[in-house]
């Protein structure tokens, strides 16, 4: 999947300013949910005025296609979205979307390479997951693997639901723009919880076949592991902003089976992280396609996204999504062209895995994959004769 090309060389650094910031604002978190309250307070008759239209989430495993959709869809004029630049203050989204563009502060203007490594090239202003930082300090719990993480239709937090909303409408009104879109991964075990709070709200469900999948997620945990040792500072602000997806320091989801979550850290303690991250991505699309299926309502609210299809039928998937969650199709034609010729399958990698490993997958993926229309042992044979 392509986007800007990154000059040969360049790295992705974290601003001391941004560090320092982004440590004292998780610190002090408490008092600046207060803020955000306040700020609210003020704007009490503008956001009053405020609908929040059948918001969007982006959601799924990483590395399904999830960032160049977001990034995709906040080119579309009606779409609002949160960005890398929102890190900094993520509680107080009206005030500081006002104030920042005026600090004379050149960090993150030009473009520069992902900490992914991935091909996508991003700047201060590009539409990045933004609410996780949310979630996290009003349910405190979702990122212990000790205790249930689903968010579903039995779930209630007043205090964060008041200042959720107000926070999407203050983003909305700060962007005037009517339609909110959010890439919000974790969100996909919080699709019940999310409907309740928003019955209008549209789901997308990225997914990726599991071989290519497994490939991709453990050549991002090596990245992360390098840059652990080498820069730790960017695994620090990388977690405090609410990513815990990689490396030795990625924390599991417990969708209620705990048996579940120490077979897979027992895999990984084993140094079977192929097994182990298949067994993880069958864990989760297994859990999301139960509650698919015992939930109709939430059901036709969700559009599932293959990567293959949005890399390799792109002007198809990509009207899909669209008319998915409702969007005027005529404002957004020239993107939705520009996207369908520079989206591909990467080819910067390719999985390496031997029988043993190839077996795994299959093995622990074939049943989940299959209700995705994957043919998992087939793919397993195409991918064992392609050279290394």
Known sequence: MSTQSPKQGQRFSVPAPFYWTVRAVAAGAPLFVG??????????????????????????????????????????????????????????????????????????????PRIHRDRISVTRDSAEMGEEILWEHFFPYIHDESRVSVLDAGTSNPSFERFYREHVEKLLLIRKRSRYVSKAIMCVIRMQYLKKVFPGAKFLLYVRNPIDHVASLLKQDRIWDEIDQSDPRQIEIIELTGHHEFGKRQILANLGDAAAVREIRELMSQGRNVRARARYWAYVYRFVLDQLAADPDLASAVCVVRYEDLCGNSLETIDRIVSHIELPTEPFAATR???????????????????????????????????????????????AAQPA
């Open 35 to 112: 803020l955000g309250n306040l700020e609210s307070a003020l704007l009490g008759r503008k956001l009053r005025r405020m609908t929040i239209d059948r918001p969007v989430y982006i959601c799924g495993l990483p590395r399904a296609g999830t960032t160049i959709s977001l990034q995709m869809l906040s080119e579309h004029p009606d779409v609002g979205t949160h960005k890398y630049a929102d890190f900094l203050m993520p509680y107080t989204p009206y005030a500081w979307n006002w104030i920042f563009p005026k600090v004379p502060v050149d960090a993150m203007r030009k473009p520069v």
């Open 337 to 383: 062209a520009a996207y369908a010729e520079k989206l591909s399958l990467p080819d910067y990698y390719r999985p390496n895995f031997d029988a043993a490993e190839l077996g795994d997958i299959v093995d622990v993926t074939h049943g989940v994959a299959s209700q995705f229309g994957y043919d998992v042992a087939a793919l397993a044979q195409r991918a």
